[in-house]
Every structure is written in structure tokens, then in C-alpha cells.
């Protein structure tokens, strides 16, 4: 079975489908990708930024790219892409679900609606799209399905209720499917970052609160992160959390729940206290 994962260890020629490859994460795992050799589809709903990065990975893989629109929680829609990718590129070795959004409010200050789309594109997207794939997969028998998850769907955070609870489905669905195609030479990896500086807390928390609160060290690159986790394709990794004491922090938090939800609630009283100097 390794035999078969391990051809993925060399990206030159896979074809590597990513969605919210527009912009952050999913942009820097598509140029990333291409920068190994990939042919790249890039999958988003802004065409023009999903261009630019096409034409990017075009330049640095020498291969062709992608830039296929798609709002990733219209299963027709979906349905619809991944035919024309059966058509005009190929059979899928990669598939990387990042599109994703965040909304770091109170639970009682969420608009439902945002709540619904939260958990259309996190977590419905991700499982129907990793399914429709993983059937091609199963019958290819290889593949890797990567799905980002977060370092809130395993240790919770006040202001991310709605969000860190699709984040959390997600890390389970995933373990959930590994099992199940495991037998069929397909790796399936959860990436579960701390903060990453894309443009995601922008749109996630626009008066800025949440990111003036939380050390800058704490935050890495999406290039940084990309390299990491192409850096583990191809092997048993099951798991990415990166950086690496964020494991750690899980894994006290797994031990002692309660001493972190006292922890996690101090340190976010005494942030309300400085916003309120
Ligand atoms: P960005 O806001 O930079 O990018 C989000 C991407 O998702 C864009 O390409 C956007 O494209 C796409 N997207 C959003 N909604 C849809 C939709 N309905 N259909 C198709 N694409 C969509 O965020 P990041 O790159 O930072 O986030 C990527 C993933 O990483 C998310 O799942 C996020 O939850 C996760 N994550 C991010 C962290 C961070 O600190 N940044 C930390 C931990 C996890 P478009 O608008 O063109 O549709």
C-alpha cells in the first residue's frame, strides 16, 4: 500500500486539485506544488485571482495550470467541475479542500445565516467533495485527499464557537475516512494550523481584536506551511499541527480539560481587559 502513496512523494506531472485556491493557504499549496512539478487546478469563485495564481503555477511548473470557478457549496456546481476536470485534465492524484471561512464572534452575536454558510463551506464542502473524489481515487488506487482543518477544532477558543465546531467535524470526518479508504492506497491528512497571516482574519474578525491580541511569533506563513505539508504527501503522516507545540497544547488539553477551559477563559479575560484600557 506505502508502495502506492509513496509515488505521490514526487509531485512532477500529479494533478493536484485545490479548492479556495484564490488566495491564501490554498494559493501558496498550489505555487508550491507547481514549484515540485504539479499540474495545478486551482478552485474558487473569484476568477481573476484565481488566474493570477494559475498563471503563476504555469510559469513555475512548466506545466499547465488550472483556474476553475466554483462556489464549493453548490454540490451541482461541484458536480459540474470535477467533470470538466475528468474531461479537460485528467484523473485527480490530489485533492486539498482549503476554501474555508471564519467568523470570530459570540455565539449570541452570529448571524444565522453566516453560521449556515460557515458550516457549508468548512465542513459540507469538504465532506462531499472529499467523497466524490475518493470514489475515483478507491478505483485508481492511489491518492491523496488533504483537508484543512485548524488548531480550533481541537482546543477551544472564545469568539470561534460556530466556526472551531466545523473544524472539529472536519478533523473527524477525516479520521473517519482514512479508515475507510485506507485499504486503497489513499492517504488522507488533516493540516490543523494555529494562525496563519493570510487574508482570512480580515474577513473573519474585521475590527482586528482577535490578531492584535495574539503574539506575532505565534503566527506563520502559508508558504512556510505549504512546504510542510507537501513535505509530508506520499508518507503515513496522518496529522499536521503546525507549529509544533500547538501537538503539545492538544494533548494537555486532551489530559486536562478542565485546567485549559480555565486556562483559555484567563487568557481571553485579562485580552478583554487590555481592549478595554
Ligand atoms: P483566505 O481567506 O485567505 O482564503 C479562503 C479561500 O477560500 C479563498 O480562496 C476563497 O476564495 C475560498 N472560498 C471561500 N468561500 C468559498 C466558496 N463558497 N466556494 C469556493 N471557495 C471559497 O483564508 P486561508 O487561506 O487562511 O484559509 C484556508 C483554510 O485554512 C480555511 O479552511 C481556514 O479555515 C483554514 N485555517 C486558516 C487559518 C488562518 O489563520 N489563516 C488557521 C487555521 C486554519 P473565493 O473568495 O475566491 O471564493
Known sequence: MLRRIKS????????????????????????????????????ARNLD????????????????????????????????????VRHEVGDIDVLINSAGIGDMREVVKQPRQRVSTM????????MYLSRSVAKEMMDQG????????????????PNAAAYSATKAGVIQFSNILRMEVADYGIQVLTVN???VDTHFFKAADPSGNYLSHLPKSMMISAAQLAQTVWDNVGYK???????????????????IPGMGDWTIKKIFDFQQDKRNL
Not at 505521490?8 to 485545490?18: A, G, M, Y
Not at 488566495?23 to 506544488?33: D, F, K, P, Q, V
Request: net charge positive; proline share 5%; glycine share 10%.
Open 8 to 43: 505521490l512523494r514526487k509531485l512532477k506531472n500529479k494533478i493536484v486539485l485545490i479548492t479556495g485556491g484564490s488566495r491564501g493557504i490554498g494559493a501558496a499549496l498550489a505555487i508550491e506544488a507547481a514549484h515540485r512539478g504539479a499540474i495545478v487546478i486551482v478552485v
Open 49 to 84: 485571482r484565481l488566474e493570477r495564481v494559475a498563471k503563476r503555477c504555469l510559469v513555475l511548473s512548466g506545466r499547465p495550470a488550472f483556474a476553475f470557478q466554483c462556489d464549493v457549496t453548490d454540490p451541482d456546481a461541484v458536480d459540474k467541475m470535477l467533470d470538466k
Open 119 to 126: 458550516v457549508n463551506v468548512n465542513l459540507l464542502a469538504t
Open 142 to 157: 492511489y491518492g491523496a485527499i488533504i483537508n484543512i482543518g485548524s488548531l480550533a477544532g481541537k482546543i477551544p477558543t
Open 193 to 195: 494550523p494555529g494562525p
Open 237 to 255: 503522516t496522518r496529522e499536521i499541527n503546525v507549529p509544533g507545540y500547538t501537538a503539545i497544547l492538544s494533548w494537555i488539553y486532551q489530559l
